[in-house]
């Protein structure tokens, strides 16, 4: 988990890079009167507001503080609590039609929790805008256990310097206690879909994309077809759809979505799929490397943090999602974005052999460093430990023939350590001794 600093600074450098004036004095109006009400008579968090008014409502009032429900994009759509405080709200834009997200006013808790995507305090001076610097507030985010969509958040804000260290558990209680009664609706929906059509053969898929049937793989999400009358299950299998209209009926083909097999160490990282070879963009290469190593899947928020760090953003991920799947039609499932069918790689080959001690195929599918040009962090830990580890064992357990195949990639060809442990296995004759001997020459 990261520490509150880190979440802090980072939430600056994605303000900032968004243009955010520190000396703004309040935040963005972006609904009209009539646009807050109908955006409020559409929104899915409107049933709950008794249950949350019930659970922070009181407190936040007695507290000299208030509570705030805002849209998915941080819009405040709801808020009540101590009068003083809703007084003082309204000098700086909080209140309802204002937004709260990092781009329109920084560093806040409703647009840091929402972009952090987990229960969220920012106070006084940890507000990027100096004119909330004599507030604190604790959000957090409130998902929807159908779809897996952020669909608001629910907010504390008050005029002091720090909250109750307990707010921050309260504030993730309420969305979790949220989350619980949207998941109960959704299960007594799934119930009554399932009875409704028992008689039909087939899986049955809700129109959000979450298997409803079945014990295999029942609540896993699958890709809607966007057109056309197939989607790929999550065990690789390729299905017919049906729509009932309340759900998705899929009859699962005998064939299956064709084997991926990826190359990524050494070279330009590649894939063959479909009977098909296609040259990988090194970010394409560098999700498919990710998915690879994560077969239980990833979400866009985790990918963009292996890949970009704190400075990620998860659209761009899901913009270069969209794009792969135009290359591999079927081979990228989603929610959480994952790879299914059979899959191949040369780095999950050499990681295999390096755990069984087959250095035959570590030599054979080694070819040279994972993605030398990506600086990805995740991707940057997995290829120094690759190496380190593929150097160790053949250094200390390679014959000559591991030892001179190593000494052709890159990161082998000037070791001095690898090119005097082969001068001293191989006989002088040897031609690996005498190109082993002009390289350390080299190398000094």
């Known amino acids: 988990m990261r520490s509150r600093d880190t979440i802090i600074s980072a939430s600056w450098r994605r303000s900032l890079a968004a243009g955010v004036d520190p000396g703004a004095r309040t935040a963005p109006f972006v609904y009209d009167t009539s646009d807050v009400t109908a955006a409020r008579a559409a929104h899915p968090l409107r049933e709950l ?12 009032d007695e507290a000299a503080h208030i509570m705030v429900v805002t849209d998915a994009d941080g819009n405040i759509l709801w808020r009540d609590g101590h009068r003083e405080v809703l007084r003082h709200g309204d000098r700086i834009g909080l209140a309802d039609g204002f937004a709260w997200s990092e781009s329109a006013v920084g560093t806040n808790g409703i647009g840091t929790a929402l ?16 004119a909330l610097h004599g507030w604190s507030c604790v959000g957090a985010p409130i998902v929807d256990p159908d779809t897996g969509d ?3 958040c629910v907010d504390i804000s008050g005029i002091a310097r720090s909250l109750p260290p307990a707010t921050v558990a309260l504030i993730g209680a309420a969305a979790q206690l949220a989350e619980s009664h949207l998941a109960l609706r959704m299960n007594e929906n799934d119930e009554r879909v399932r009875s409704r059509h028992a008689a039909r053969s087939g899986v049955l898929v809700s129109c959000s994309g979450r298997v409803i049937t079945g014990d295999r793989f029942r609540g896993e999400r699958v890709s809607l077809p966007s057109e056309g009358d197939r989607l790929v299950l999550p065990d690789g299998r390729v299905g017919d759809v049906e729509f009932l209209g309340d759900s998705y009926l899929v009859n699962p083909r005998r064939g299956t979505v064709p084997r991926l097999s990826l190359t990524v160490l050494g070279g330009t990282p590649s894939a063959e799929y479909g009977g098909s070879r296609i040259t990988l963009s090194l970010r394409h290469a560098e999700i498919l490397t990710l998915l690879a190593t994560h077969p239980r899947g990833l979400t866009a928020e985790q990918l963009s943090f292996l890949l970009y760090g704190d400075d990620g953003n998860p659209v761009t991920i899901r913009a270069e999602i969209h794009r792969l799947r135009a290359q591999l039609p079927g081979a990228v499932a989603a929610k959480p974005y994952r790879l299914v069918g059979e899959v191949t790689a040369d780095l999950l080959a050499v990681r295999r052999a390096l755990t069984t001690g087959d250095l035959d195929t570590v030599v054979a599918r080694y070819q040279g460093p994972l993605l030398s040009r990506s600086e990805s962090p995740a991707i940057r830990r997995e290829r120094n430990e690759l190496e380190a580890r593929v150097r160790s064992e053949i250094l200390g357990k390679g014959t000559a023939t591991h030892l001179w195949s190593y000494a052709q990639t890159s990161g082998g060809h000037d070791d001095v350590a690898i090119l005097e442990r082969i001068m001293s296995v191989v006989p002088a004759e040897d031609h690996r001794h005498a190109a082993a001997s002009v390289r350390l020459t080299h190398s000094f």
Do not use: F, M
């Open 49 to 60: 507001l008794p249950l949350l008014h019930h659970t922070l409502l009181q407190i936040a």
């Open 115 to 130: 972009a952090a995507g987990a229960p969220t305090s920012v106070y006084a001076d940890e507000h990027l805008v100096e």
């Open 150 to 152: 952020v669909l608001g």
